[in-house]
Every structure is written in C-alpha cells, then in structure tokens.
C-alpha cells in the first residue's frame, strides 16, 4: 500500500483554482478548499499568517511518490504571483481508511529517523480549537513565545446540549480552530505560553495537540525579484 500526506496550501480568498488546477494537472485526484482568515504580525512571510485578510486553505491527499510532483506544480502555479502570495507544508498521513480498511502508516519516530524526515522536519503544525471569538487571545500568547502568525478557521462543537448538563459543563458550539506553523524548536515554548490561558485550560474549554510539519515552502516571486 502507498504512503499519503496531506499537502496544505495557503493562499488568499479566492486564489485556490490557481493550486487545485495545477495539483490535478500533476496527478492529483482533488482537494478540499476551506476558508480561513489570518492573524499576522506583519507583512514578512511567515507560514500561517500572510496579514489579515480572508485565507483559502487546500488540502490535498497526495500519494508519496507523486508528492514532488505536486508540490513543484504548485510552486510553478504561484511564482508569478506577488511576494509572500502562501505557503505550503505537508504532513505524514499516520492512520486512514481507503475502500472500508484501515491503514497505519508510519510514527512520528519512524519518520524522524528517516532519511527524509532527519532533512524535512523542521516545523511543527500547533493546532488549537477553542470557543469562538478566543482565537486571537491565542495567537496573541502564541506570538509572545516566538510564533509569527497563524490561521483560524470557523467550527463548530458536536457536544450535544444534554451533555453540557450531565457533565455541568458549558457547552459553547460556535469554534475556532487556530493553525500555528512554528520551528521545531520554538515548539515546547509556544505551548506552554498557551498553556494556562483561561479560555482552554477551563474544562471543555478548548484543546492543543500539535504534529510534525515536512517540505515548508513559501509560494509567490522570490525574496529577490
């Protein structure tokens, strides 16, 4: 059986036909397109987080041995486009389920000890879902340890309302999933900066986890054109 990632791309609203096309005409079968809004620092390139406008996130299911091609399909697509136009990552699919079976692909420690992991492996993805209009909070935390910037993306919870009463906690439906890129090594620093925030260290306030992040690349005309 092939291994998969997942290949994500960021790019402003409104932008994603210039991806999905380019990663169909490379071999792969399709994609997911969900809108975000991001939250930055700044106008400098940093993954995540490319100034405060409306986002477009593609997520595309790429076999192993295709997922070169893909990418500089992707890359190409995008290099006449303005400076900082995205970015785009991938992550190892551990675990999914393809005509009614399940697949388990590798570990986090098989893939660092990979030749491909030890030279890709560079950032990690910190997801964080909390209760709506908390995202910003967030990422103001996040910052303060070092993160540039980051994604949020409207959601919403699946608790149902007589949950909230047997387990007498507030249940708040409308979510916000907050994407952070960090170097690996800013990773420890950036969780615990989120760690005590009232609005996920409450019970049923939210929660963090994060995974390995490979192939960081930064979509748009070169730094020096």
Do not use: W
């Amino acid at each position: 059986m092939n291994e998969y990632y997942l290949n994500i791309t960021v790019v402003p609203r409104g932008k994603s036909m210039i991806v999905t096309k380019a990663a169909v005409m490379a071999g792969c079968s399709g994609g997911t397109v969900i809108g975000g809004r991001g939250i930055s620092r700044n106008g400098l390139a940093v993954l995540l987080g490319f100034g405060e406008f409306d986002q477009d996130i593609i997520i595309n299911l790429v076999e192993k041995d295709r997922r070169r091609e893909v990418q500089t399909a992707i890359k190409v697509s995008c290099s006449s486009q303005k400076k900082f136009f995205g970015g785009m990552f991938s992550l190892k699919a551990q675990d999914f389920v393809k005509g009614g079976n399940i697949y388990h692909g590798e570990t986090k420690m098989d893939l660092e000890n990979s030749e491909e992991g030890k030279d890709k492996m560079t950032h990690e993805l910190i997801v964080v879902i909390v209760n709506k209009d908390f995202a910003d909070d967030v990422m103001h935390a996040a910052r303060k340890a070092g993160a540039g910037g980051g994604t949020v993306i409207n959601a919403r919870g699946t608790a149902r309302e007589e949950d909230a009463k047997f387990f007498g906690v507030q249940i708040v439906p409308e979510k916000e999933m907050l994407m952070i890129l960090v170097d690996s090594d800013k990773k420890e620093k950036v969780l615990e900066s989120i760690r005590n925030l009232k609005c996920i260290s409450q019970p049923g306030s939210g929660i963090a986890f994060t995974m390995p992040a490979t192939d960081f690349t930064v979509l748009g005309k070169s730094a020096g054109k």
